[in-house]
């Protein structure tokens, strides 16, 4: 945990104080001399901390009088909850997060919560784009004033939602990654599915697998391609492995080279199990090992990951590792929500997702 500018000492002191309702609405701060020894800090000091308070809608301030508590944000705060998640763009194929949403969506709609979100910050997170620390900040300090907590996509790294959480005073959860900090965070149960889906596979005479690597750097694929790592190492001697690294990123024409080459030669020796990345990949995977005449699921299976309501739409029905995403939402909104209500103080661990191995028709 980075160390505390001795100015962040007193915002969270204050906003703490408003929280706990210690500093009602409408309530004057101590004048700048007073406060200046109650912290044992300079004018200066002091006079920061004030300001950037004022300027995010916390305290109000009179010229000539002094600072003052918000009435805005007692009134506003406890209705909204800031969602930095993508942008909702079916054109982008992003069903994942879409689902994600939906449970969080219908979640705090039952608790009577709105959403806000902030525009620019979802289009960064589409591009995976996300400007720096300094800017996040200040595009949340703009909404500040009107929400109550954050839930924070997994592209916010520690050090940002730590700061953010410093300076708003205000509790958040994290969806899709574990964290250091001391903050919940909703993550998909992955590798007692995967050592689950891998003694299926061994019952059903599979003995050779290939595992597709996804290529980019997102929580759920790194934690698959770990779990896959481990499993590999458990498998019987006889049992061979082979991995396309990267396989989102190569050409098409490049991805079915490797494809055809790995698969055939693990067929030489016996019945083979494809492990793909995604449901997409694996729709892909089946076509192609059907066009060179290889026959699924009685030579080769195909397994899928994410199980989303989209991939379900096709024959064969897709065997598939199912992420409930929409559980994952409805959690997270859930924790935040009681905490914001004052229901209960959330401990700060990972929550995790049940997954489930959906069988399908192409293993």
Same mark, same amino acid.
């Given at each position: 945990m980075v160390n505390t500018p001795k100015y962040q000492k007193i915002i969270l002191d204050i906003?703490?104080?408003?929280?706990?309702?210690?500093?009602?609405?409408?309530?004057q701060i101590e004048q700048v001399s007073s406060l200046c020894e109650i912290y044992q800090l300079s004018h200066v000091t002091v006079l920061r901390a004030l300001r950037e308070l004022a300027e995010t809608g916390v305290l109000l301030r009179k010229p000539g009088i002094g600072y003052f508590v918000s009435e805005l944000q007692e009134e506003k705060a406890p209705s909204c909850v800031g969602c930095f998640v993508r942008n909702l763009w079916p054109r982008q194929l992003d069903n *994942?997060?879409? =689902?994600?949403?939906?449970?969080?969506?219908?979640? $705090?709609?039952?608790?009577?919560?709105?959403?806000?979100?902030?525009?620019? $910050?979802?289009? +960064?997170?589409?591009?995976?784009?996300?400007?720096?620390?300094? %800017?996040?900040?200040? $595009?949340?300090?703009?909404?500040?004033?009107?929400v109550s907590g954050f839930i924070f996509d997994p592209r916010f790294d520690d050090d940002t939602v730590e700061t953010i959480l410093r300076h708003t005073g205000k509790p958040g959860v994290i969806i899709q990654r574990s964290s250091s900090l001391a903050i919940p965070c909703v993550i998909p149960e992955i590798p007692r599915t995967v050592e689950a889906l891998f003694r299926l596979l061994l019952k059903m005479n599979y003995h050779n697998f290939l595992f597709l690597e996804f290529g980019y750097d997102v929580? /759920?694929?790194?934690? $698959?391609?770990?779990?896959?790592?481990?499993?590999? &190492?458990?498998?019987?001697?006889?049992?061979?492995?082979?991995?396309?690294?990267n396989s989102c990123l190569l050409p098409q024409e490049q991805f079915r080279e490797c494809l055809a080459v790995e698969s055939a =030669?693990?067929?030489?020796?016996?019945? /083979? !199990?494809?492990?793909?990345?995604?449901?997409?990949?694996?729709?892909?995977?089946?076509?192609?090992?059907?066009?060179?005449?290889?026959?699924?699921?009685?030579? !080769?299976?195909?397994?899928?990951? *994410?199980?989303?309501?989209?991939?379900?739409?096709? &024959?064969?029905?897709?065997?598939?590792?199912?992420?409930?995403?929409?559980?994952?939402?409805?959690? +997270? +909104?859930?924790?935040?929500?009681? %905490?914001?209500?004052?229901v209960k103080k959330f401990p700060p661990v990972v929550h995790r997702i049940k997954t489930e191995f959906v069988p399908g028709e192409t293993i």
């Open positions: 906003t703490e104080k408003i929280r706990n309702g210690v500093f009602l609405p409408g309530r *994942y997060t879409n =689902e994600i949403f939906c449970g969080i969506q219908q979640e $705090l709609a039952r608790r009577r919560l709105n959403i806000m979100q902030i525009p620019q $910050l979802g289009d +960064a997170l589409q591009r995976e784009e996300l400007p720096g620390k300094e %800017e996040i900040v200040r $595009l949340i300090r703009q909404i500040n004033p009107y929580p /759920t694929q790194n934690e $698959l391609a770990a779990v896959w790592e481990d499993e590999r &190492k458990k498998l019987p001697p006889e049992c061979r492995c082979r991995v396309i690294h =030669e693990l067929l030489k020796t016996g019945r /083979t !199990a494809v492990i793909c990345c995604g449901d997409n990949t694996a729709r892909e995977v089946v076509n192609i090992l059907d066009s060179k005449g290889v026959n699924v699921p009685e030579d !080769a299976g195909v397994v899928g990951f *994410y199980g989303l309501a989209d991939a379900m739409w096709f &024959k064969p029905n897709l065997s598939t590792l199912k992420i409930n995403t929409f559980a994952i939402g409805t959690t +997270a +909104a859930g924790l935040l929500a009681d %905490e914001i209500a004052g």
